[in-house]
């Protein structure tokens, strides 16, 4: 139990005095959802008064292109009514509040479509009431198990970042858990846990050296694995846009945001984003273990720009004076500069063998890690 009154660490001290070291999985759930401490239990993180920014929050384009492709994906699916358009994590709610604007000129979709969010957070929870009032009427859940099954559509925009990563060391030859425990000064500190060799299917091809880490995200396999089952007896298409990295390699990635900026993730549980790069590969093994056909991933800027997002931009621009057209003109760029976001975040999709190759990805094979 986590004592009311106490601070987040003192109540992280207490939990690791009692309970003895716990992953890095661990501490990442106990830190974000966990909790009474949790970070996304409480407040607002997202946006550009908390901590940090995402795609939707810089640009209304991103929110309206995604729109666009889960109208053709519906259209592909043969246009099903009902249907289920799930978000998984919608933070305030502005990918979604844009894509239901933008889809308001998309011919039956918004009739058919009966919109889930998957979110932990009551305070999120209670914006994203909020913004999305004047469009639908959503139905929330704690997972995804909990949404309906039959023909889904789902959009995951850095939500698969926020999932616990477990990390395994490599020391004097052999593979170790990473833990966090208490140090001989009674702070939380990183330690060498148990032997225990992680999934060989991430391995990269090198040999690992001393001090090497790996990363993987049962979490997120486990997801996968839900949607390929409902794949089976219905259409299933999944997009998921992130932070990460392609190829199988090493590397701690976990990382500490704190208004803006990086902090030490062990420094202000609770009080501190917590997040590590998404495993592009990994996402694509347990896709294709689950039976789903997978696309991409592709670099945010070539999914957005091919989607549209310039067209777009020049009819808002148009209609928008002075600071207004600057800001837009500022935004989208943001999303595609290679420098900025265009290049780390990657777009990729995952659907049941029965759908054809959704938009943009047609001409493009999928990754293998
Ligand atoms: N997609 C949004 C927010 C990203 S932040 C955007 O692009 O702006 C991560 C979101 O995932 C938050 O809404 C957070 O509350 C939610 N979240 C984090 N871990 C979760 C979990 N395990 N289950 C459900 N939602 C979670």
Known sequence: ?????????????????????????????????????????????????????????????????????????????????????AELGPGRGTLMQDALRAARAMPGFIDAAQIHLVETSEALRAKQQQVLSAFCAPNWHQTVQAVPHEPLIVIANEFFDALPVEQHVFEKGSWHRRVVSLNAAGRPAFSTGRLAVPPVELMPPEPPREGDILEHRPSASALIAEFGRRAQSAPVAVLVADYGYERRDYGDTLQAVRTHGYANPLEAPGETDLSAHVNFAELTHAAESAGLNVWGPMPQSEFLLSLGLEARLRVLMSAARGEQRSALFLGARRLVDPFQMGNLFKVMAMTSRDLPPPAPFEARPALRG
């Open 1 to 85: 139990m986590d004592e009311i009154g106490r601070s987040p660490i003192d109540s992280l001290k207490n939990h690791l005095a009692e309970r003895g070291p716990m992953s890095v999985g661990d501490y990442m759930a106990w830190c974000l959802t966990g909790s009474e401490a949790a970070y996304y239990r409480s407040g607002n993180p997202i946006g550009a008064s908390g901590d940090f920014v995402t795609a939707p929050e810089v640009s209304q384009i991103f929110g309206e292109l995604i729109a666009i492709w889960a109208y053709t994906v519906w259209q592909s699916m043969g246009m099903p009514r009902p249907f289920n358009l």
